[in-house]
């Protein structure tokens, strides 16, 4: 309990325990303080189980719904059900999306898609490539060159002109060539140039023109390499067929087969992995939302605590955080617009997740959690890929949205209530007003408990120095009967 620190008389002349009865007389005001603090002390609880629980629904979206995790879920990578093969990597390689089907085939790659390009005579790097100042022009940006310029201040000045990218400068130690090129491929790119520093440094012989980049050119043979089935002429070295995506990264006059076999376990396990994580966060809020409290357990208090072992300490505080969210409205809607995600028809799609082997947990105590058959799922993606992917990440979508409005960043639902660790909402949110509001309820507690304390002492040492001059008055009279 709070005591003020001053001169107390010790009721030597009243033969009383001064202290201990005001103590008493204070039990009231204390008990209040008590109580005040253990509202407090249930609110910092309530809090910090809130951010845990932001922690794990923003960690599921940044895990799954994130386009730059590693275990990113709504790309058509994750549902392909078909790998490709590549005989000669070093060439082409395939990747296969959800609806890819099957291939088999020889492939030819007689040219890479170029950018336009200017390449110089050879240079050495610390010679002036220009003895006066002049001016040179690329694709319509007119760019300075200072008297005594070097190749690498030619390289920064351009490369600083086209901020973009979309025209770049670089010169080789190696080769002592400096090349001017597009950042897009294929014959539409073009290199527009004019400037006498273009035939001084042998890129062009009288210092204007144009010029244009390449195509990709593939040929692609029957399986056994006697029959041309298609030619590709592509702008760029990335271009997707039949929902299978190619990579060209060299060219060769060999025929380089590209193979594709059914791969379903991939899929199969990543659903299962999201699915083990989305119910055990699932189980976990509910279990919060409807755990009972129990009221023989209340925060302890400072006089308490003294008393008590840390071991102790720790197991009373367990139970007494327990069912403290309980019946909280959030947490509750959360539970409901996740479980609401399963339900409906997705645009698009012409099977459910029921037919697909996804269903809801059947067990009353665990509303909102998903079963996945495995099997039922694994014939699915064989037989019905694309469809699967339509009417999972349709699904997948909603949940994305769910999560990222109840966890997503400082304007969220949950954020608003309980706060964000690194951002405003740490400190402005709705349980940080409430615990500093009851802070200051307690701090007026503590005063109005302190001012009635100093009064019962001045009562007292006013009863003390009565009881004192009575003592002297009957002593004279004891002695002067004697």
Do not use: H
């Not at 390449?119 to 022009?137: L, Q």
């Not at 992917?389 to 769910?402: H, I, P, R």
């Not at 960043?409 to 909402?425: D, L």
């Not at 001059?469 to 004279?476: E, R, V």
């Amino acid at each position: 309990m709070t005591t003020i620190n001053s001169n107390r008389i010790t009721g030597l002349a009243t033969g009383m325990d001064i202290d201990e009865m005001v103590t008493n007389m204070l039990t009231g005001e204390q008990s209040k303080i008590d109580k005040a603090e253990q509202k407090k002390q249930t609110q910092t609880w309530q809090q910090e189980i809130y951010r845990d629980v932001i922690t794990d629904v923003k960690g599921l979206y940044d895990k799954y719904f994130t386009a730059t995790s590693a275990d990113y879920i709504l790309g058509t990578k994750t549902f392909s059900t078909v790998s490709v093969k590549s005989y000669n990597s070093d060439v082409i390689t395939a990747t296969a999306g959800a609806s890819a089907g099957n291939v088999n085939y020889k492939f030819k790659v007689t040219a890479m898609a170029e950018p336009a390009k200017l390449e110089s005579d050879r240079i050495v790097k610390d010679d002036a490539i220009s003895e006066s100042e002049s001016t040179i022009n690329i694709n319509g940006k007119e760019i300075t060159i200072a008297a005594g310029s070097k190749v690498s201040d030619l390289v920064k000045s351009i490369n600083n002109t086209f901020t973009n990218g979309d025209v770049k400068a670089s010169y080789s130690e190696m080769t002592g060539k400096l090349t001017i090129e597009t950042k897009a491929t294929g014959r539409d790119s073009k290199l527009e140039f004019d400037g006498e520093l273009f035939t001084d440094l042998g890129m062009s012989t009288n210092g204007t023109g144009s010029v244009n980049g390449s195509n990709s050119y593939i040929e692609v043979y029957s399986s056994d390499g006697r029959t041309l089935v298609n030619t590709i002429e592509e702008k760029s070295n990335s271009f997707t067929i039949d929902d299978i995506t190619y990579n060209i990264t060299g060219r060769s006059d060999d025929l380089i087969s590209m193979i594709s076999t059914k791969d379903t376990q991939g899929t199969v396990d990543k659903m299962k992995e999201f699915i083990e994580e989305y119910n055990s966060m699932i189980d976990n809020i509910y279990g919060l939302v409807t755990e009972k409290k129990d009221s023989d357990y209340p925060p302890l208090t400072d006089a308490q605590k003294e008393e008590m072992s840390e071991t102790e300490i720790e197991k009373w505080e367990s139970k007494a955080k327990t069912g403290i969210l309980r019946n909280d409205s959030e947490l509750r809607r959360f539970l409901d617009d996740m479980k609401a995600t399963l339900l409906g028809e997705i645009e698009g799609a012409w099977v459910s997740l029921n037919d697909i082997g996804i269903t809801s947990v059947s067990d009353y105590n665990k509303p909102g959690q998903i079963a996945l058959d495995e099997d039922k799922f694994k014939k699915a993606l064989e037989e019905n890929g694309d469809q699967v992917y339509k009417v999972v990440t349709g699904t997948l979508e909603k949940m994305k949205k769910v999560t990222y409005n109840y966890a997503g960043g400082s304007s969220s639902i949950f954020a608003k209530k309980a706060g964000i660790e690194k951002t405003a909402t740490v400190v402005n949110n709705l349980f940080s007003e409430q615990i500093k509001k009851q802070e200051e309820y307690i701090k007026n507690l503590i005063t109005k408990m302190e001012d009635k304390q100093e009064k019962l002492y001045l009562k007292f040492a006013s009863l003390e120095s009565s009881m004192n001059s009575l003592n002297s008055q009957m002593s004279y009279l004891t002695s002067s009967l004697s």
